[in-house]
């Protein structure tokens, strides 16, 4: 099982930046794949963006590519999310996913195994 804590999110204007923080903690392995999702109100859960602790191999959905970066700091399992150039469409609450002992991620919810409680990211124009 592993804990997932995130940090960061709250309230910007459009434009404006953000960064969100995850550390995962327990049986995560030697190398564990950590990804963040988000769900708007009346939408379903989309892929933001995962990296491997391994490689380090990031990957971004489209909706937010070229504006978000994660990176994950080394010899930690904990990862960040830069969010840069917010817009009201990148409201929602932001989740923390994770799959130990993986070398590799992938985008599928199904993917991951252990989940945040959330942060919530509000954008304002």
């Known amino acids: 099982l592993v804990q997932l804590v995130e940090s960061g999110g709250g309230s910007v204007q459009a434009g404006q930046s953000l960064s969100l923080s995850c550390a995962a903690s327990?049986?995560?392995?030697?190398?564990?794949?950590m990804g963040w999702f988000r769900q708007a109100p009346g939408k379903e859960r989309e892929y933001v963006a995962s990296?491997?602790?391994?490689?380090?191999?990031?990957s971004y959905g489209p909706a937010v590519k070229d504006r978000f970066t994660i990176s994950q700091e080394n010899g930690k399992k904990t990862v960040y999310l830069q969010m840069n150039n917010l817009t009201t469409e990148d409201t929602a609450m932001y989740y923390c996913?994770?799959?130990?002992?993986?070398?590799?991620?992938?985008?599928?919810?199904?993917?991951?195994?252990?989940w945040g409680q959330g942060t919530q990211v509000t954008v304002s124009s």
């Open positions: 996913a994770a799959r130990a002992f993986a070398t590799w991620c992938d985008k599928p919810e199904s993917w991951y195994f252990d």
């Open positions: 990296i491997d602790t391994s490689y380090k191999e990031a």
């Open positions: 327990g049986d995560t392995g030697s190398s564990i794949c």
